[in-house]
């Protein structure tokens, strides 16, 4: 391996496997940083998601030129119809990350959709119909095991618990109706 070869194998596994990936992913996600208590999380996203990005790039890019010149095209990945076409989608990924602000000091601000109808609170609903359902089934198994308790305290304590679930589901829908 020459002098010269060293440099440019790792430009190219650069321009393969990073930096188009990078280049779409601050296009894409201009207000994430590495930095903060979410730092580390944040920089493996964006590490991955560069990675996979670029790889699917290259082969989509390698498809295309295979397709738009079927005997020019040599598939190597030292081809440099491949190499241009990479470090123009890299340099196009850029452009629109830096007109976005993705490499500015602070960051642009995040986009807060408008959450549609019912979105609000579903984590918070789901988990309170799971713990209605095992109270359900805990009832209905003192029923059937005849506790101590007597059946008449169960039933309407199962009724209750019906009660709880229907206003619930029926507040939802209203939500989803909004």
């Given at each position: 391996m020459s002098a010269a070869a060293a440099p440019e194998a790792i430009?190219?596994?650069?321009?393969?496997?990073?930096?188009?990936?990078?280049?779409?992913?601050?296009?894409?996600?201009?207000?994430?940083?590495?930095?903060?208590?979410?730092?580390?999380?944040?920089?493996?996203?964006?590490?991955?998601?560069?990675?996979?990005?670029?790889?699917?790039?290259?082969?989509?890019?390698?498809?295309?030129?295979?397709?738009?010149?079927?005997?020019?095209?040599?598939?190597y990945w030292t081809d440099p119809l491949l190499e241009a076409g990479l470090a123009a989608v890299a340099a196009v990924g850029f452009a629109?990350?830096?007109?976005?602000?993705?490499?500015a000091r602070t960051p642009p601000a995040a986009p807060s959709?408008?959450?549609?109808?019912?979105?609000?609170?579903?984590?918070?609903?789901?988990?309170?119909?799971?713990?209605?359902a095992r109270e359900e089934r805990r009832l209905q198994h003192a029923l059937r095991a005849g506790s101590a308790s007597t059946p008449d305290q169960l039933?309407?304590?199962?009724?209750?618990v019906h009660e709880e679930v229907e206003r619930l589901r029926t507040q939802r829908e209203a939500d989803y109706a909004r």
């Open positions: 430009v190219g596994l650069l321009l393969i496997f990073f930096v188009p990936g990078y280049g779409v992913t601050k296009a894409t996600f201009p207000d994430w940083r590495v930095r903060g208590p979410d730092g580390l999380r944040r920089g493996l996203e964006i590490a991955t998601l560069s990675f996979v990005l670029s790889v699917v790039l290259t082969v989509l890019l390698g498809a295309v030129l295979l397709a738009a010149n079927p005997g020019g095209f040599q598939s629109v990350a830096l007109l976005r602000g993705g490499f959709p408008e959450p549609s109808g019912g979105e609000e609170g579903a984590w918070e609903l789901s988990r309170e119909l799971d713990r209605l039933r309407a304590e199962l009724d209750r």
